[in-house]
């Protein structure tokens, strides 16, 4: 089954509940967290997490685009979320490891992401102890930015690497996703589609939602 996970970035942050009302037909909220360091924009952090915890019980899967994550995994885990993706180039190895393990040990779904010029390979030390990869298929950093079509063969890859090392994990794509390129990261073998702009910018969200899922 796919499923969709709405990005609050593209929510409108004076109407956070409202916006989150909104997309109940969905499967994850995606929340994108943004240090400046790691990517050249600041979203949200912990306290805003904890703040939506109390007004949904939709899984959160929060993103962490932030520089050296194994020092906010805790707070991030005791605010309420359900998955917490960390990315391979915001650490060395052994602190991603520490970071996954952290993750792990606090009862949350552990997941890695990689940037658009970071191979599939780079997943292949982590592969299978994670619950989720995701492939940023824009640079992270913004919202409603176009989809990079040259991505497809690495989602591609991803999906190879899953099946045969972990074929529970599930995979997400993020960036540029709409009722136009749905269908191709479906077609790729992504499971989990996060999507901004495309949602929130809808007449009608339900239907969008629904439109996303089928691809
Ligand atoms: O992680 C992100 C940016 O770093 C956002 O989740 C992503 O870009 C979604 O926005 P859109 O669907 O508008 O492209």
Known sequence: ?????????????????????????????????MDGIFVPNISIGVPVVRSIRKITAMPLDVHLMIDRPVRYIKA???AGADILTVHTEADTPEQITAALEAIRAAGVRPALSIKPRTSAEALLPWIRGISMVLVMTVEPGFGGQAFMADQLPKIRAVREMIDRYNPGCELEVDGGIGPDTAGLVIEAGANVLVAGSSVYGAADIPARIAELRKG
């Not at 109940?24 to 929340?31: I, L, R």
């Open 1 to 33: 089954m796919i499923k969709i996970a709405p990005s609050l970035l593209s929510a409108d942050f004076a109407y956070l509940k409202r916006d989150i009302d909104r997309i109940s037909t969905a499967d994850y909220v995606h929340v994108d967290v």
């Open 76 to 78: 991030f885990a005791d």
